[in-house]
């Protein structure tokens, strides 16, 4: 049995994220998988959701990307320069990490909220019910 962060590597990063390498170590220090692992540590059936979108091609609306870019990505330790993403001069192609694209589809499902995003998934402030 795949422990939670194993499954959310494989059902996040391995199939949402185009910066992700098998062969390397995942970034601990993601702020999108670190969200990731703190709202499906405290909601379980969370991790029903992000199982149904396997196979799935995800993108952002704009308000959800204005919502985990102030929420998600810039307390993130790539931003803005170590992502490609967000760095200032991204290329025209750049896509969000599989995390923040998993992220939005929670939010547009109404699994989580913005609330539910405030401080840090190191320290929240929300509480997980
Ligand atoms: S899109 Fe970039 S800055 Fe935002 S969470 Fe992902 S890696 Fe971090």
């Known amino acids: ?36 692992l703190e709202l499906v540590g405290g909601r379980a059936e969370l991790l ?17 990307e204005g919502t985990l870019l102030r929420r998600v990505c810039t307390p993130c330790q790539h931003y803005p320069h170590n992502c490609a993403y967000r760095r200032p001069d991204r290329s025209p192609g750049a896509e969000p990490c599989g995390g923040l694209l998993v992220l939005g589809q929670l939010l547009g499902a109404g699994l989580i909220t913005p609330e539910d995003l405030l401080g840090s998934a190191a320290h929240p402030k929300h509480g997980t019910a």
């Open 1 to 36: 049995m795949r422990s939670v962060p194993q499954r959310l590597e494989r059902l996040v990063c391995a199939e949402h994220c185009r910066y992700y390498k098998p062969w390397a170590t995942p970034e601990p220090d993601c702020n999108s998988a670190q969200w990731l």
């Open 48 to 64: 029903d959701g992000v199982e149904r979108l396997r196979g799935r091609r995800l993108s952002l609306t704009q308000v959800q």
